[in-house]
């Protein structure tokens, strides 16, 4: 089947609850909405299978811009690496919009909102299929739009459309690195055809000078900052939990967000050759990793601890390619994938039998009011910590083995970060499930319904065993993932084994053991700091209240770029604009209307005056052709 | 080259202290009557030019007509000779003489530079015959006689108009007419 | 004598010129102004005498025809402007200032 049909399905449903058919009840519109996204399922198992055969998955749909000596397709591919993503994108995406069935059932818009959502995973899908940049492009500029639309969904609150505009407004700014690093490639290398761009920095003939390929990585991973919430730009996601909890889930976890490590680990060998972007890339996402984990030590906001924790995992996914371990990030994405939209997903199921109060410290003893959810929620919550053989564990000890041979430093900074996470994850869900009710809501609180609580199941199972397609040396030496990723590239990538590490066995089982001992303590020690949790206490630290208030990022931001550029835009409108444009246009109508005033005295509506100016001037005249002779 | 002849040359001198007359004169009447009598002096130099249907035609209508209505607007208006010194005058009649004398310098110099030597002189007897006009008038200037009918016509009509605006009688009819 | 003609034609034309520009009444330019075509119809007398050619005098006698219509014309414009204002003074008459 082609592949356009993944793309039309969303569409459809897309037109349908938007355009065509916007219906009221909330199950119909989710009805329409779940059908497009697992019709896109089925036909992306479809392509999975028949890549797993061998064959060459196509789809030349037209083409788009021909100008001069630059030509554009719209071209779909599936290369292995993208039916990976397929599977993650729209498996994952049909259970949230199942899920969201039953979230959005009180909702006075939900046709509107599984419009915006299909239109999302059309987007999404446009970007992980396009065999071409600009098309990467378009799917990239349509899920930020469709983020802005569903961060702000209920609009009507001026605090939620904010958050919209500024989730928008951010991401414009890394979309910058993706246009240049576009029309860098479009000029001095002549395509943006993902499969000859590949063939082309590879081959040592035929790439261009280092620094195009370098600015390029270095706007692409610019635009990275932006989509996946790296530093500087990653001051959109927790605001982005205004949205309704679904968006949070599909968009914000598991799909939009890794848009960034998906483009590339897709370009994998232009990005490999520049030792500077690699390496810029691996240090941000260590800052990063620790700047969003020690802000979600202290939130008090259930979705807004898994926003930084989302932050955070992200970083990791940037150190994995930092280190050169593209096949390391692919991992962490799909396995947080699961783990992450489940967490959300529980946070929801928890919100809506809280009647949506989010705020930990008024929860309390959910255990026992909402069993299904606690068990699934504790699952997700061990696969995030690394657990032993949960998904999670496999992932991000592959990350964590990877960093320690590129260089011990990272790897101790990134087991402090994992060491962070384990303490909020668990501080978190002991708040939230154990102790006592600490508040009405938490002591009415009721378990969600079936359609909430069955995907919660699924992704519950997947967070378990997603682990199992790559393991290491030491434990079963499944290398499913890897061999899988291979052909990605077109024959450019990494060769076959190249990723095979150098550890010894020894060293596996001693980094392995490290780990999971310092993390199930950490998260023991949180635990049982906030299972009888009876309120806050009224000390605060130095260090808290920076936690607490985010380290001021976004107070910084303002003074340094904002109020600045406000300030700038203020002085051009009032002195340049009003005073020096105005004041040149004023003059050059001055000047008309002046000479105008002064030719007009001219006019003396005298007849006598008229009668000089005619007798005076023919007699200069006459005068002056005589002089000249003419009359002879 | 014909010369001069003093009729000729009489008649130009007065022809021009008439003019100067009409140019000087306080009294409007004054002025009128000279310019009569430039018509009619204008006449007779055509006369001594031999063009005799001209000269008529002169009298008759520039001199006998067109200056006697300028008498009697002069005696409409009830003109009288202006005995007011009016400030800022002098000057003024000094920038427009200026002017009119820089005109004069100019198309002086260009009318008496201007080479007519080679010009022929006519015969008297058959350059403007009112034969010879007329056979003009009805072969070559047909359309302009034409036309000119049709402009005195309309100069009449207008000229009744302009000048009947306040016939009472048609007042009368005007306020019936609203 | 063509030439003498032709300069008598010149000055009746410059007076009439400087009466035109200079007198205060309207009635006493427009007469200056009749000076002025009287010089040229002079100038035109000459010229037909000059080449032996009746169409100066044919000229001559349109020029006499219209003079006569623009006369009868401008004198009754200028009857009318002094019932309406009471003065025939052309500097009084600016309306069609600026």
Known sequence: MALRWILLFPLIGALLNGIVWRPKKAAIAGAIGSLGAFAAFLVSCGVVSALSNGADVTDAWFTWIQAGRIKIDFLLEATPVTGLMLMVVTGIGTLIHIYAAGYMSHDKSPSRFFAYLNLFLAAMLTLVLSGDLVGVFMGWEGVGLCSYLLIGFWHEDDANAAAGMKAFVTNRVGDLGFILALLVLLTYVGTSNIRELLAIFSDPTKSPELWVSALAAAGLFWASTGKSAQIPLFIWLPDAMAGPTPVSALIHAATMVTSGVFVTVRLWPMFAANEAVLHAMMWGGLATAWLAALTALTQRDIKKVLAYSTVSQLGFMFVALGVGSPTGALFHVVTHACFKALLFLGAGSVIHGMHHKQDLFEMGGLKKKMPVTHVVFLVATLAIIGFPLTSGFFSKDMILAKAYEASPVAYVLLLGAALLTAFYMFRLYALAFWGTSRSDEASHAHESPIVMTAPLMVLAVLSVFAGWIETPVVIGDIHRLQSWVEGSWYGHGPAAHGEEHALSHAMEWGLMGLTSLLSLSIAYFAFSKYGRFKGASGETSVFKKLSENKFYVDEIYDTVIVRPLSALARFSSDWIEGRLINGLAHLSAGAARGSGQVLSILHAGNLQAYAWYLAAGTGVILLMTWSLGVWK | ?178 | MIEFHLVIALTLFVIGVLGFLTRRSGLTALMCLELMLNGVNLALVTFSRAHGNPDGSALVLFVILVAAAEAALALSILVALFRRTGSDVLDDFRELRG
Do not use: W
């Not at chain 2, 001198?13 to 004169?25: K, M, P, R």
């Not at chain 2, 009298?59 to 208006?77: K, P």
């Open chain 2, 1 to 178: 080259m014909e010369s001069l002849s003093l009729y000729q040359i009489i008649v130009a001198a007065l022809t021009v202290i008439a003019a100067l007359n009409v140019l000087l004169a306080k009294n409007p009447v004054v002025s009128a009557m000279s310019l009569m009598a430039t018509l009619f002096m204008t006449g007779a130099l055509y006369f001594g030019l031999g063009a005799f249907f001209i000269g008529a035609v002169q009298v008759l209508i520039y001199a006998g007509a067109i200056s006697v209505l300028f008498v009697f607007i002069v005696m409409l208006l009830d003109m009288r000779p202006s005995l007011v010194a009016i400030p800022g005058r002098t000057l003024k009649v000094t920038l427009m003489s200026l002017a009119g004398l820089v005109f004069a310098a100019g198309l002086g110099l260009v009318v008496c530079g201007a080479p007519l030597q080679s010009m022929t002189e006519g015969d008297p007897a058959t350059a403007s015959t009112s034969l010879s006009i007329a056979a003009r008038f009805l072969s070559r200037y047909m359309l302009p006689f034409e036309v000119t009918g049709l402009l005195i016509f309309a100069a009449v009509m207008g000229a009744i108009l302009i000048g009947r605006a306040h016939d009472p009688s048609l007042r009368q009819a005007r306020k019936d007419a609203k």
